[in-house]
């Protein structure tokens, strides 16, 4: 099976308690890159997440995988391999992170390259200002649904 031979660090994150804890290590793997990753993760669940809807899996992941030192070889590596082949995935298919093994990597290097791209391009402020609009859009369809004026 593809990625048995892998080895991942982890850390498990509870963003609504502001705190993480490393679950699995590996001598290998960057500590800082995980923590920096997990805690984006926090900044971004605090952020973009309202009451009846969450941020797209592939803009908390990508700024997850944006806040690491570098994005990790093999997140760039499937992720010119799919350049290449013409094999990108859809944006829009992107809402929630892929259970398949063999698109994970692709899936953490694409959700990287948009992030990079939106924040390169447009800056930090305007990108934090998307998160900002998808958070009040959800509000405001919660609030329109509980039949309560604005």
Partial sequence: MAGQDRAYI????????????????????????????????????????????QLPSWIDEGTAVYAQNGPGFGYQTALQRAIQSDQLLRLRNMQSATNQPDLVNLFYGESWAVVKFMVDTYGREKFAAVIREIREAAAELAQAGSGRPA
């Fill in 10 to 53: 982890g850390l498990l994150a509870w963003p609504n308690l502001h705190a993480c804890r490393q679950i699995v290590g590996d001598p290998n793997a960057s500590y800082e890159d995980v923590v920096r990753h997990e805690a984006a993760h926090i900044v971004t669940k605090v952020a973009g997440d309202g009451k009846i809807a």
